[in-house]
């Protein structure tokens, strides 16, 4: 089992910036690839960005590449998620999420690929 609690959401201006954050807690932190999604009002959940268990690899959806950037800190339990040129359509519950990868050192894309999930925190874009 493992708890993952996400912060840093709130309320911004278009062009400004946010960092969400997510703790994990409950089993060793570095076996698990983490991701992020995201999901609007009315819409269906989708992918945002994934880092592998060493941080060597990630992935972007091609709406945030070259905005957002993941990364992770094995010994404190973090995956971050570094947030720029904010725009309105990034307005959502952002979630973070874990997938047990004990043997491979990949990033998933898929929401069903992951196997625990936090309760979110809101991002709101707007002047």
């Known amino acids: 089992q493992v708890q993952l609690v996400e912060s840093g959401g709130g309320l911004v201006q278009p062009g400004g910036s946010l960092r969400l954050s997510c703790v994990a807690s409950?089993?060793?932190?570095?076996?698990?690839?983490m991701g992020w999604f995201r999901q609007a009002p009315g819409k269906e959940r989708e992918f945002v960005a994934a880092?592998?268990?060493?941080?060597?690899?990630?992935h972007y959806a091609d709406s945030v590449k070259g905005r957002f950037t993941v990364s992770r800190d094995n010994a404190k339990n973090t995956v971050s998620l570094q947030m720029n040129s904010l725009k309105p359509e990034d307005t959502a519950v952002y979630y973070c999420t874990v997938h047990y990868s004990r043997y491979s050192d990949s990033y998933y894309l898929l929401e069903s690929d992951y196997d625990y999930w936090g309760q979110g925190t809101q991002v709101t874009v707007s002047s």
């Open positions: 880092i592998s268990r060493s941080g060597g690899s990630t």
């Open positions: 409950g089993r060793t932190f570095s076996i698990y690839a």
